[in-house]
């Protein structure tokens, strides 16, 4: 209906009769109900306020995103939304367009926009839209671009330093080869000492060799090799390959490993690795003797969970932001890119990781890999079944 036949109206009110009028609300109400099925059919939040920020009506969408219900019918929207000032915003005559975070009922990046709503019968303001947008798919699949391409720089990166030191290791290789063959012409005393030394640069040589194709394969995007794999298998395993390191520091391990813990279809090799880096990230943040290491397993229908915690020096709050991003450590000796290879392999394999720290309390990582299909149960059998014939 438009705002002229509305002008019209309001002027003829006093002269219209009974009747006429009952048909003009009817069809108001119907065109109100249209209006509403339609902002109510949006993946948008719609909210109109009055002119003082007061909500007069609130579709489904901005409910969900906001956490709200329609007891804010009539109720200042602003206090809701923490981090929104009505007076910064609220400017007559100006469209507003904002980012905004929230944190409740879920993390979400939304984008939303405010305009003015002009009065028919005057040229002052007397209420607002607000528009709002969900960009928080859009926004983490840029963040996972950008992560993509980073990685991608990375690994070409990675490949031209290897096969720069590839070549000469293997020129070392071919040339202690030939010092081999000569010493075996010395006299057995003069030999010996030589010999040793000759085995000291061939075991250097293998050590960097090993060190070299380990890097690839951790950087190097590849396809998992799922099997079914017992994880707490997996992470005895590994505490194994790490005993002699744990117990030089004095550090105690304690497991928490819940019975009947289901095989996963995972990539057994992957996922040791995922292990021994962040038990690696956990011991090293101990400081001292006397560490501790918790490691804890748990499942339900959908998914289980690895968790290794510590009560090193924890993480701190400016650093959270940029553990993933390759070269960020807080470690002298460190690379940077042992988190960014579990997080990939973790991703791989459909799952997610989950950090929890405290400066000087330790730090917690969590992580969530879908279980599979959910199984199926079967109802338990009745004592009695009634047949009808």
């Not at 005057?122 to 980073?150: K, N």
């Not at 070409?156 to 293997?170: D, F, K, Q, R, S």
């Not at 070392?172 to 063959?181: F, G, P, S, T």
């Amino acid at each position: 209906m438009k705002s002229g036949f509305l002008e019209k109206l309001l002027s003829r009110l006093d002269r219209i009769d009974p009747a006429e009028a009952q048909q003009l609300l009817s069809r108001l109400i119907r065109e109100k109900g249209f209006l509403e099925q339609v902002f109510e059919a949006l993946h948008e939040g719609v909210l109109v306020l009055d002119e003082d920020g007061r909500v007069t009506f609130i579709n489904g969408a901005a409910q969900k995103f906001f956490g709200l219900e329609d007891e804010i019918i009539g109720e200042l929207l602003m206090p809701r939304i923490p981090g929104l000032d009505w007076e910064a915003i609220a400017k007559p005559g100006k469209t507003v367009s904002r980012d905004l975070e929230i944190f409740y009922p879920e993390n979400r990046f939304l984008n939303f926009y405010l305009s003015p709503i002009d009065s028919p019968l005057d040229a002052e303001a007397f209420g607002w839209v607000m528009l709002v947008r969900d960009q928080t798919a859009s926004r983490r699949e840029a963040e996972d671009s950008m992560e993509s391409e980073r990685l991608n720089a990375l690994t070409l990166l990675a490949a031209g330093v290897a096969h720069e030191i590839g070549n000469p290791l293997n020129s070392l290789d071919i040339h202690l080869q030939l010092l081999d063959r000569k010493l075996k012409k010395l006299p057995p005393g003069d030999r010996a000492p030589l010999e040793e030394n000759l085995d000291t640069a061939r075991r250097e040589i293998q050590r960097l060799d090993t060190i070299l194709r380990q890097f690839l394969e951790a950087i190097r995007p590849t396809t998992p090799q799922r099997d079914q794999c017992d994880l707490h298998q997996v992470i005895n395993d590994t505490l194994k390959l790490l005993e002699p390191e744990l117990a030089s520091r004095d550090i105690a391990v304690e497991l928490d490993l819940e019975d009947g813990f289901p095989t996963m279809n995972l990539d057994s090799t992957q996922f040791q690795q995922v292990i021994y880096n962040l038990l690696r990230n956990a011991y090293q943040a101990l400081q001292g003797d006397g560490g501790l290491i918790r490691i804890s397993t748990g499942f339900n229908d959908y998914e289980c969970r690895i968790s290794i915690s510590d009560n090193g020096s924890g993480i701190p709050p400016e650093q959270m932001g940029s553990l993933f991003e390759p070269y960020q450590t807080t470690k002298q000796s460190g690379t940077g890119l042992g988190l960014l290879i579990v997080r990939r392999v973790v991703r791989e394999h459909g799952g997610e990781i989950e950090i929890e720290s405290e400066p000087k309390a330790g730090t917690s990582i969590h992580i969530h890999i879908p279980r599979g299909p959910k199984p199926v149960r079967l109802l338990e059998t009745k004592d009695k079944v009634i047949d009808i014939d």
